[in-house]
C-alpha cells in the first residue's frame, strides 16, 4: 500500500497569513502516461465529510476560493493557503489514487493562532 | 449535479452483519467511467478506503485487503443505488461510514453525509 505522511500533524496561523501542509507519500503517484499526479486534498470541518479542494495535486475545484493551491510532483506536495480566513479552520487530508487501496493522509487541524 | 443519500442502522451487534444503502440521484449507478465507493473514518484508523463498484461493460469491484473477506458491495440498478454489507463486524468497525462517487478522475467528488456505525452488544 502508498503511504501518505502528512506534516505538520496541527498548525495555528495567523488570520491573513500564509499557511502550508505537506504530503509526502511513499512512493510515486505520477503516471508517466499522462504526467499527472494522483493527488488529491480534501477539506473536513467537524460533522461533515470531507470536500474535495483540489485534484491531480494543482488543479482547483470549481468553487474552491483562489487562495487555495495545490503544487507538488511525484512524492512531494504541498498545500497552500494563501491567506487565511476564519472559514478555514478545519481538517486537511491528502490523498492517492494512483492505485487501490487509495489511501489517505493522517490529516493536519488548522486552527487560527 | 449527483447528491448521495445514506440509510442504514446506527447500531450493529458483534459478530453480525452492517448493511447501509446509498441512494444516487443526478446520475446513474451504472455510468460508464465512474466509480463508487465506501469509505469509513474512526479516530484510530482515520480514513479508510473499503472499496468501491463500476461498470465497464460489465460490473467490477475493487476491495482493501484489510475486509476482503468480509465485505460486499452492490449496486442496484432498478432503485439507483449502492448497498455495502460487511459481515462479522466486531467493535473495531465502529466508525462513521461514507459512499462517495468518482466522477472525472478516481477521487471522491461527492461525499454522502455519513452514517455512525456503533458496533456493541
Same mark, same amino acid.
Given at each position: ?18 499557511? @502550508? ?6 512512493? %510515486?503517484?505520477?503516471? %508517466? ?25 494543482? #488543479? ?8 487555495? %493551491?495545490? %503544487?507538488?510532483?511525484? #512524492? ?31 490529516? @493536519? ?5 | ?21 446509498? $441512494?444516487?440521484?443526478?446520475?446513474? *449507478?451504472?455510468?460508464?467511467?465512474? $466509480?463508487?465507493?465506501?469509505? =469509513? ?10 472499496? =468501491? ?34 459481515? $462479522? ?6 466508525? *462513521? ?6 466522477? =472525472?478522475?478516481? $477521487? ?8 455512525? *456505525?456503533? *458496533?456493541?452488544?
Amino acid at each position: 500500500d502508498i503511504v501518505m505522511t502528512q506534516s505538520p500533524d496541527s498548525l495555528a496561523v495567523s488570520l491573513g497569513e500564509r499557511a @502550508t501542509i505537506n504530503c509526502k507519500s511513499s512512493q %510515486s503517484v505520477l503516471y %508517466s502516461s499522462n504526467n499527472k499526479n494522483y493527488l488529491v486534498w480534501y477539506q473536513q470541518k467537524p460533522g461533515q465529510p470531507p470536500k474535495l479542494l483540489i485534484y491531480w495535486a494543482s #488543479t482547483r475545484e470549481s468553487g474552491v476560493p483562489d487562495r487555495f %493551491s495545490g %503544487s507538488g510532483s511525484g #512524492t512531494d506536495f504541498t498545500l497552500t493557503i494563501s491567506s487565511l480566513q476564519a472559514e478555514d479552520v478545519a481538517v486537511y487530508y491528502c490523498q492517492q489514487y494512483y492505485t487501490t487501496p487509495y489511501t489517505f493522509g493522517q490529516g @493536519t487541524k488548522l486552527e487560527i493562532k | 449535479q449527483v447528491q448521495l443519500q445514506q440509510s442504514g442502522p446506527g447500531l450493529v451487534q458483534p459478530s453480525q452483519t452492517l448493511s447501509l444503502t446509498c $441512494a444516487i440521484s443526478g446520475a446513474s *449507478v451504472s455510468s460508464n467511467s465512474v $466509480a463508487w465507493n465506501w469509505i =469509513r473514518q474512526s479516530p484510530s484508523r482515520g480514513l479508510e478506503w473499503l472499496g =468501491r463498484t463500476y461498470y465497464k461493460s460489465k460490473w467490477y469491484n475493487d476491495y482493501a485487503v484489510s475486509v476482503k473477506s468480509r465485505i460486499t458491495i452492490n449496486p442496484d440498478t432498478s432503485k439507483n443505488q449502492l448497498s455495502l454489507q460487511l459481515n $462479522a463486524v466486531t467493535p473495531e468497525d465502529t466508525a *462513521v461510514y461514507y459512499c462517495a462517487f468518482s466522477g =472525472r478522475s478516481d $477521487a471522491f467528488d461527492v461525499w454522502g453525509h455519513g452514517t455512525m *456505525v456503533t *458496533v456493541s452488544s
